[in-house]
């Protein structure tokens, strides 16, 4: 069984690279296209198996050309497809990207489908069972909220990527061992005006392991109950930001399954982040374990 797992969104993107963002009712030519594989943990899983580590994605695809490619895309990057229930006759969950050259800012229109929800069987609870992680990001929420409890009872850590404010997320937060929510998410969810409150409040209330507060450009804050400590971004030329956030919640994960403490584990994502941004595309910019290794040392940190 694979060491990580995950549960959440898998969409088809289009992606279109501009030179600034058009105005309304014109036309504008891109200087570039093509369609890439997304989503917060579908793209967390190939990171973190591109960066050396078993992964497998629990959930439903079709089988229309977006949910084909998307398989097809995970099995390109090792991402185990062995628990992927595939059906027939609905509209994949699918996106369309603007990714703008004079702001390194992305813009996205997406439309989820109409894929049944995830309702889990005997071999993906088993596949929770024997993961070391279940990675999370808050869609299929009740199969997630299912999942995080197979998790928690059998000693699996629950890594929530938190990114959208979506019904019942109070259950999955309360299930969740490594909290790693957006400072959006984290000021928007407990109504403090600093992320270092708003980490306090989150670890106060839900208790889990630690939680990790990604700021952008900032780089972020880490918080396990002691002390707050700030993490930095590392130096890159922004070609392409879109995914940013889903690739440092994979190399979270990936990180937390080499054994590296947290604070290690954010300078660790922060910096496959930040190379995984020099190139277009969410999932085939991310670098592999012995460049991110070179690229830190490079940049005065040692694992």
């Not at 938190?162 to 309360?174: I, N, T, W």
Request: aromatic share 10%; with cysteine; glycine share 10%.
């Amino acid at each position: 069984m694979s060491k990580i797992v995950g549960i959440g969104a898998n969409v088809f993107d289009t992606l279109y690279n501009i030179p600034t963002y058009p105005t309304e009712d014109t036309k504008m030519r891109a200087t570039a296209s093509k369609t890439a594989g997304g989503g917060p943990v579908a793209t967390g899983l190939v990171a973190a198996s591109k960066l050396g580590e078993d992964t497998a994605y629990i959930g439903v695809l079709s089988d229309d050309n977006g949910g084909k490619f998307l398989k097809e895309d995970f099995e390109k990057y090792g991402v185990k497809t062995d628990f992927i229930d595939v059906k027939s006759g609905y509209r994949s969950f699918a996106s369309v990207l603007w990714l703008c050259a004079d702001t390194t800012t992305r813009t996205c229109v997406f439309d989820k489908g109409d894929l049944p929800p995830l309702e889990l069987n005997e071999v993906q609870k088993q596949a929770i069972k024997e993961a070391e992680i279940l990675m999370v990001d808050g869609n299929e929420m009740d199969a997630a909220v299912e999942g995080a409890k197979i998790a928690r009872e059998n000693g699996t850590k629950v890594l929530y990527d938190c990114g959208g404010l979506y019904e019942g997320v109070e259950k999955l937060l309360a299930l969740t061992d490594i909290m790693i929510p957006s400072e959006e998410f984290s000021l928007g969810h407990t109504g403090y005006n600093t992320a270092e409150e708003a980490a306090k409040k989150l670890y106060e209330t839900y208790s889990p392991e630690v939680v990790v507060i990604t700021q952008g450009k900032r780089g972020g804050i880490i918080y396990d109950g002691n002390d707050i400590i700030a993490y930095p971004i590392y130096p890159a030329v922004v070609v392409d930001s879109n995914g940013s956030g889903d690739v440092f919640h994979g190399a979270f994960a990936a990180a937390v399954s080499k054994g590296y403490d947290y604070l290690k584990c954010c300078h660790f994502s922060s910096a496959v982040s930040g190379l995984k941004c020099t190139g277009v595309g969410a999932r085939e910019s991310v670098p592999d374990f012995d460049t991110t290794k070179k690229y830190l040392k490079e940049n005065g940190y040692e694992l």
